[in-house]
């Protein structure tokens, strides 16, 4: 199996996969390919490759290289995980949203930091599965960047049909309801229907019963988890938990993502009156924040590369090598996954991007029946749905008026005198990734 990684430079999610492939026994002899346009995060990997080599028993076959074409050639699975202008980039799609008065605890999903980075990435994505028709016309792509269901939609709408979007929020969520009724997380069962950040647990059972009810009864009585253990670098990014408690008690199904981008799909989590979110435990993360914590994962890397920490060879929670394990021998597993919508949530739109349990082999990936989304929660996520559909219509055609309907629709956007302003600020500011916008030749 040949595995290309597209960023393969990244502190975080590169390393992950490669130990995980690495300690995945059906993947022994596979050879993975780190592929990224920055040559010198993507040779830290690379030593820090052989570095874990040096500590399996059986080596990994471990390639980098700053050549797209030679990455994607005969690939097996494409895994795509990027940053397109990196944090600098991003750091329009917070700054800008709050000179205008909108807070955005993470802005890489929903609200204008969302939709600004939708437009931005789709054309690269895009133009990768353009590229994987050529070089590889059969492999899966598994994409880990967000916004994830607007990018796996992009893809598909682009003529992909082996494009699997996975998260891994719903595993956050799992282990506090773990903790909560003090059992093992491999007893609990759950029915989760939703988009992606935006999930609903909408039936939890306890090796086969009922657990709603325990449930309900130990978030009446939970506190705030004393985050106090943590890393600086770690503590803006950790889950506090009072939103999604919240939501489940009006709602009476619960939330299945951080509170972080929870709270972004609600105009009342993070206005003056929440205190910027503070009166729900939500602290807005910063660039700052994240170039403290890169700078933390590469000086991390650095100390395992000089032997001066060891590599631990023990398996993230993510999902990638299970899936690439089933998709090797061709055996059913069951992941949470995004996928095109072919009934899983039966009152949401054919062929959006949903997230729901789902079943992968070798052949093809389906999501299980969840059934319908409650009213009141069908309410919510419809709407960004819409948005979902408007903001890849936008950046598919270089639509302005598209953008800013997909603007308009964002809950986080209460002015509507100055959204257009905001919006152009926003493409302006990323005109150097905006083509279609502003080239009427490279529309797709």
Same mark, same amino acid.
């Given at each position: 199996m040949k595995i290309a990684i597209v960023g393969g430079g990244s502190y975080q999610w590169a390393p992950m996969l490669l130990r995980d492939i690495a300690l995945e026994p059906a993947l022994a002899g596979a050879r993975v390919v780190l592929y990224d346009i920055a040559p010198e995060p993507l040779a830290l990997v690379g030593r820090w490759a052989e570095r874990l080599n040096q500590a399996l028993p059986q080596p990994l076959t471990v390639e980098t290289t700053t050549d797209r074409a030679t990455a994607l050639a005969g690939a097996?699975?494409?895994i795509l995980s990027i940053a397109v202008g990196g944090l600098e980039a991003m750091r329009h799609?917070? +700054?800008?949203? $709050?000179?205008?008065?909108?807070? *955005? /605890?993470?802005?890489? /999903?929903?609200?204008?930091?969302? $939709? #600004? &980075?939708?437009? &931005?990435?789709i054309p690269v994505v895009v133009d990768l599965v353009r590229a994987m028709a050529q070089l590889c016309p059969d492999a899966w792509l598994l994409n880990l960047t967000n916004p994830m269901s607007a990018l796996c939609r992009a893809a598909a709408r682009?003529?992909?049909?082996?494009?699997?979007? @996975?998260?891994?929020?719903?595993?956050? !969520?799992?282990? %506090?309801?773990?903790? $909560?009724?003090?059992?093992? +997380? #491999?007893?609990?069962?759950v029915n989760v229907a939703g988009i992606n950040h935006f999930i609903w647990i909408l039936g939890l059972w306890v090796d086969g019963q009922d657990a709603w009810p325990r449930l309900r009864a130990a978030i009446a009585q939970a506190t705030p988890?004393?985050? #106090?253990? @943590?890393?600086? +670098?770690?503590?803006?990014f950790a889950d506090r938990r009072l939103i999604k408690f919240a939501l489940f008690q009006t709602y009476g199904a619960l939330p299945a993502a951080g509170d972080r981008h929870l709270a972004e799909f609600f105009p009342f989590f993070l206005g003056p009156h929440a205190d910027a979110g503070r009166r729900y435990g939500v602290e807005v993360t910063t660039i700052e924040h994240r170039q403290r914590l890169r700078a933390? @994962?590469?000086? &991390?890397?650095?100390? *395992?590369?000089?032997?001066?920490?060891? %590599?631990?060879? !023990?398996? #993230? &929670?993510e999902e990638v090598a299970p899936i690439l394990a089933a998709i090797r021998q061709r055996r059913p597993s069951?992941? %949470?996954?995004?996928?095109?919508?072919?009934?899983?949530v039966a009152n949401l739109p054919p062929e959006v991007v949903v997230e729901t349990l789902g079943v992968v082999d070798?052949? !093809?990936?389906?999501g299980l029946a969840a059934g319908d989304l409650p009213p009141a929660i069908h309410s919510l996520v419809a709407r960004h749905v819409v /948005?979902? +559909? @408007? /903001?890849?219509?936008?950046? $598919?055609?270089g639509d302005r008026n598209l953008a800013r309907q997909a603007l308009l629709n964002d809950p986080l956007v209460t002015d509507f005198a100055r959204a257009d302003a905001l919006l152009d600020d926003l493409l302006q500011a990323h005109r150097a990734y905006l083509p279609q916008f502003f080239d009427r030749a490279v529309v797709q």
């Open positions: 097996d699975v494409v799609d917070l +700054e800008i949203p $709050l000179r205008y008065g909108i807070v *955005q /605890t993470v802005g890489d /999903t929903v609200g204008p930091g969302g $939709l #600004s &980075r939708a437009l &931005r990435h682009a003529g992909w049909r082996r494009v699997i979007g @996975l998260c891994h929020e719903l595993f956050g !969520t799992l282990r %506090i309801i773990s903790e $909560l009724l003090a059992v093992p +997380e #491999s007893h609990l069962q988890p004393d985050l #106090s253990h @943590l890393p600086p +670098e770690r503590r803006p933390a @994962l590469r000086a &991390r890397l650095e100390r *395992q590369i000089a032997g001066e920490e060891p %590599i631990p060879l !023990t398996p #993230s &929670r069951v992941h %949470i996954m995004n996928l095109p919508n072919r009934g899983q070798g052949a !093809t990936a389906r /948005t979902q +559909e @408007l /903001t890849v219509e936008a950046a $598919l055609r």
